[in-house]
């Protein structure tokens, strides 16, 4: 027995050995950190509990240090990260609320309910801070298509990201989807939520209000997931599957109930605070509400609702059961609260209270688990400025070094039906992404756009980043990441206002690999400040490695804007048979690490593309600005792929072909594929030409034109022209035919 | 139009439904709770809509077309009263015996979401006077078990009886394996029940009723309605 601070006696059964505080993910230093903040050995219970707070997931202990530099602020942010969700001000008491959040590690292990788990997690996200989800993204990552496992991945996340979201109702808009080697052993799944809410109605984690009642809302605690958020904090090696009891299971339907249960207990002003049962469950939940609102908890876990008999407290703290919440209840709102509860079926049940002590009091049966104090938990975890060194810089690769080896033609057309630019169709029909009556841009375009309420105003929405720019130069792709985001709303005409992040990153004990997220975070930042464009929730996924082998680096970025007029927004496809083609931004013809480089030329290769911050703003604020004025009658955006792919893009969408002028120079193959940034492609009618070209000379935007819109085939410069069935043919046929299992490789 | 749109737990586009009705027949529907054992007094049609009540996890609308309100829908059809079921909700009035048949898996085994052409293969009934007959629409489906099947005998009934209002085809009218979307038996994508006044679709007419959020064929079905009761509420 020990005696706690309060006075109360501990029991310690069992011993805590090194073997016990190591299976627990704790370091040796760590365990002594635990010990000389408490005084004594910790209970098994409180074992537990340090071990949830204080992993890599939870904690941010890696990773923290380096966030502090992002920026967090504007005048239209009403909540930056450290809250469930981001939430900006659209105006009109409009607020948007947003996240992104990865499942990696459990949907490599089990990729259906891993998908669907990361799908229910974020959705709960934003709808615990009191806002209606009105669109879904996601940004995937699978390995090589030839790895055995790939294909089962793919099939078993998507119908996982499918089968939540639809059930639940909310649709799924966009996103984007990738496959290289890197990810073979350790794909990526970062889930991204978009909601709906006044501005004067959002509800935070912060408890206030001593002796205040502690409801646990949502479905029963089971022993799932127990320590699924440890797991998410190590690497994987062979025996990872092995861990398949750690993933928990997904129930979209008792999300609806509790998502309509939460929206109308808020509508009725019941709720003082509220924090969803995530990552760490109950553990990081309540310890959250007490730490944030200076207030003590005590939960009294007999009166948790279980699904099974038996559970001990140690697991019942740390069970990762899905669709749970954590409530602080105005007292006198209770039987109103309970009533829309169980009118919805859903458990409701009062486990603790707020106290004055600011202690963390976890009893069972009337025995003391734990007593810890609620504040150190989360303010005292460890922080590691780890060791980083910078990645090399790789070469500039000069364009007259790349000998095509095929015809641009031919280039374009192997190009437009290869895995990474290839049409994600076979994915996005299996979401429904038109529920809610709002869905304005559907997949396939820059950036989805989804109606506000009934409009006028719209949002659109986007998840970018480049990981192989990333890997050979973690600053410029950073700033890339964010910049394309930027650039993709713009396309669309929506102001670009804010962006969450998901950090995905090998481990961070390794000094190469520190010195990927540090450069990712620097490249962020820089291009944040620079866009105006800041950083409002995020989540941060290390020891993404299997058997030593680390991912690409990538931060995904989810951007979102806002369109003061939805009907105004603009779409990729060509509109008219004799609109001009111009290019808006600089091309030099970079190639180094381009698309064509790695598919084309099998050459993984040279420094990415840089990124000048200054330009891309002032591009994408004038093609806003055309937009808004109606000159341009279709708008793309220039990334994987360069000129022609866009190009193609724009004619795949509308069955109408084009034209275009050879370019200048000696080498045709880059001015076509190269990657250069901040570029656009836009089309106007050619009585609107004159008054673009002088708008861009006005506002020292550099434009040309190109070629003109028509016919039935692309006809780049004076290579043979490709028609845009046979474009569209290859385009829409790899992932279903992959999908089928009827490609040889 | 006076009308009720039912919510059993689960249901996801009853919000999409009503923003509908809502919009073509000036008159806010009411939301009539799964428990409720009454229809509001004046109801002049029923709207099932779409969703996934209790997660279909027994089997597509099973539990829900056991609920306490679908007696008062089924007294409701049986004095005559017009009732509309889409996706979940035709599924739903399959189970609970107002419409003949069953709606399976997909024959993909994949839930699907995009628009699909429609025929409309009778204009004489309330749910597609506003439609010609043999007219060609463009709705979303967006479901994972809406490939219709019932008996030989019942199918052979109901086509005798020309009770299949749409059928999935290609943009020009004509039907085949390609515009079969989910498998149906002869392509059925909705069905009105022997009475004439219990209608079943998968499609979502009611997610095609503005150009700007795609198109307005689905208009045609609730114009319909309305002017089946007059433009009075």
Not at chain 1, 418 to 436: F, M, N, T, V
Not at chain 1, 486 to 506: E, H, K, M, Q
Not at chain 1, 649 to 661: I, K, N, V
Not at chain 2, 24 to 51: F, I, K, Q, R
Request: charged residues 20%.
């Amino acid at each position: 027995m020990s005696v706690a601070e309060s006075g109360k006696t501990l029991r310690n059964e069992p011993k805590i050995t090194p073997e016990l505080v190591a299976e627990h993910g704790l370091k040796p230093d760590e365990y002594q950190r635990i010990l000389d903040l408490i005084g004594r050995e910790p209970t098994l219970t409180e074992l537990g509990i340090f071990s949830a707070m204080w992993n890599e997931h939870c904690s941010y202990k890696s990773s923290k240090v380096h966030l502090r530099g992002l920026p967090t602020d504007a005048p239209w942010v009403i909540q930056g990260p450290g809250e469930n969700a981001g939430v900006i001000d659209i105006g009109d008491g409009l607020a948007v609320v947003f996240k992104m959040e990865s499942h990696n590690h459990p949907s490599y292990i089990e990729p259906y309910q891993g998908a669907t788990t990361g799908v229910g997690g974020i959705l709960r996200d934003v709808f615990t801070m009191g806002a209606r989800p009105i669109a879904a993204l996601n940004a995937l990552s699978f390995g090589d298509p030839k790895h055995p496992k790939t294909r089962h991945l793919v099939s078993g996340v998507v119908a996982g990201i499918g089968g939540y979201g639809n059930s639940f109702g909310v649709p799924t808009v966009g996103g984007q989807t990738r496959f290289h080697t890197r990810y073979d052993g350790n794909i990526l799944v970062n889930a991204m939520a978009v909601g709906l809410a006044r501005a004067d109605k959002i509800f935070y984690a912060a408890a206030s209000g001593v002796g205040m009642p502690i409801v646990y809302l949502g479905s029963k605690t089971g022993r799932d997931g127990i320590h699924g958020a440890s797991m998410a904090s190590a690497e994987f090696d062979d025996d990872s599957e092995e861990k398949r009891p750690t993933v928990q299971v997904g129930d979209p339907f008792a999300e609806k109930l509790l998502l309509e249960a939460c929206l109308e207990i808020m509508e009725k002003d019941c709720v003082i605070a509220i924090q969803d049962m995530g990552a760490a469950g109950l553990t990081c939940s309540a310890v959250e509400m007490g730490a944030k609102g200076d207030l003590g908890v005590t939960l009294d876990l007999e009166k948790v609702p279980t699904r099974e008999a038996g559970m001990s407290g140690y697991e019942m703290m740390l069970s990762e059961s899905q669709e749970r919440m954590l409530m602080v209840l105005k007292p006198e709102k209770e039987k109103e609260a309970e009533d829309i509860f169980r009118k919805w079926g859903l458990d409701f049940a009062i486990v603790g209270e707020t106290t004055p002590t600011k202690r963390f009091l976890i009893r069972h049966h009337g025995e003391t688990l734990a007593d810890l104090p609620i504040k150190e938990l989360g303010d005292e975890a460890p922080v590691y400025n780890r060791p980083f060194v910078e990645t090399p810089k790789k070469p500039v690769i000069d364009a007259k070094d790349v000998t095509p080896p095929l015809s641009n033609a031919d280039a374009l057309l192997k190009l437009i039906g290869a895995p990474d630019l290839c049409s994600k169709r076979w994915l996005w029909e299996q979401y429904d992404h038109i529920i809610g009556g709002n869905t304005v841009q559907r997949p396939g375009g820059d950036a989805a756009v989804v109606r506000v309420e009934d409009g006028p105003k719209g949002l659109a929405m986007t998840c970018d980043v480049t990981p192989r720019y990333c890997e050979a130069d973690p600053f410029e792709g950073g700033k890339q990441a964010v910049a394309e985001a930027y650039r993709n709303l713009s396309a669309v005409g929506a102001t670009p206002l804010a962006i969450t992040d998901n950090l995905n990153f090998g481990n961070p004990e390794r000094p190469e690999i520190m010195g990927q997220f540090v450069g990712c975070v620097r490249g962020i930042s820089a291009a944040c400040k620079a866009l105006d464009f800041p950083v409002v929730s995020g989540n941060v996924s290390l020891y993404n490695e299997t058997n030593g082998r680390a991912i690409l680096p990538t931060p995904s970025i989810g951007g979102v804007g806002v369109l003061a007029d939805f009907t105004r927004s603009a779409s990729i496809a060509f509109k008219n048979d004799g609109d001009a083609v111009l290019l808006i931004g600089e091309t030099t013809g970079w190639l180094g690490q381009s698309v064509y480089l790695r598919d084309v030329c099998g050459r993984e290769e040279g420094a990415p593309p840089p990124v000048d911050l200054a330009v891309e703003r002032r591009h994408g604020e004038f093609v806003r600005k055309l937009i808004g004025e109606g000159r341009v009658t279709a708008v793309h955006d220039l990334a994987d792929g360069g000129l022609a792919v866009a190009l193609a893009e724009m004619a795949m969408a509308s069955g109408l072909g084009a034209t275009l002028d050879a370019p200048q120079g000696a080498a045709a193959h880059a001015d076509w594929f190269g990657e250069d940034q901040a570029r656009y492609v836009v089309t106007a009618k050619p009585d609107d030409v004159a008054a673009v070209v002088e708008a861009a000379r006005v506002a020292g935007v550099a434009v040309q034109a190109i070629g003109r819109v028509g016919g039935k085939a692309i006809t780049l410069g004076n290579e043979k022209p490709v028609a845009v069935a046979d474009l569209a043919k290859r385009f829409e046929s790899w992932l279903p035919d992959y999908m089928a299992g009827t490609i040889e490789h | 139009m006076k009308s009720a749109v039912l919510v059993f737990p689960g249901i996801n586009r009853e919000r999409d439904m009503a923003r509908t009705l809502k919009l073509v027949s000036g008159v806010e529907p009411a939301m009539v709770w799964h428990a409720e054992t009454e229809l509001p007094a004046g109801t002049d049609l029923v709207v099932v809509p779409g969703g996934f009540s209790y997660g279909d996890y027994l089997r597509c609308g099973a539990i829900a077309a056991r609920a306490p309100i679908m007696d008062a829908v089924r007294a409701f059809a049986a004095r005559g009263g017009l009732v509309l079921g889409v996706c979940n909700g035709f599924q739903i009035l399959c189970e609970s015996g107002l419409l003949p048949g069953v709606l399976m898996r997909n024959t993909r085994l994949k839930f699907i979401c995009h628009d699909a052409f429609l025929r409309v293969e009778r204009s004489d009934t309330p749910f597609t006077r506003g439609y010609n007959a043999g007219q060609v629409i463009r709705v979303p489906v967006a479901h994972g078990e809406g490939n219709y099947i019932a008996d030989d005998e019942t199918i052979k009934r109901i086509e005798g009886e020309g009770r299949v209002l749409f059928r999935y085809c290609a943009p020009d009218g004509t039907l085949g394996d390609g515009s079969n979307i989910n498998g149906s038996i002869n392509a059925i994508a909705g069905i009105v029940s022997e009475g004439g006044n219990v209608a079943g679709m998968m499609p979502h007419p009611e997610n095609h009723v503005e150009s700007i959020v795609g198109s307005t064929d689905g208009r045609g079905l609730f114009v319909g309605l309305v002017s089946q009761f007059g433009k009075a509420a």
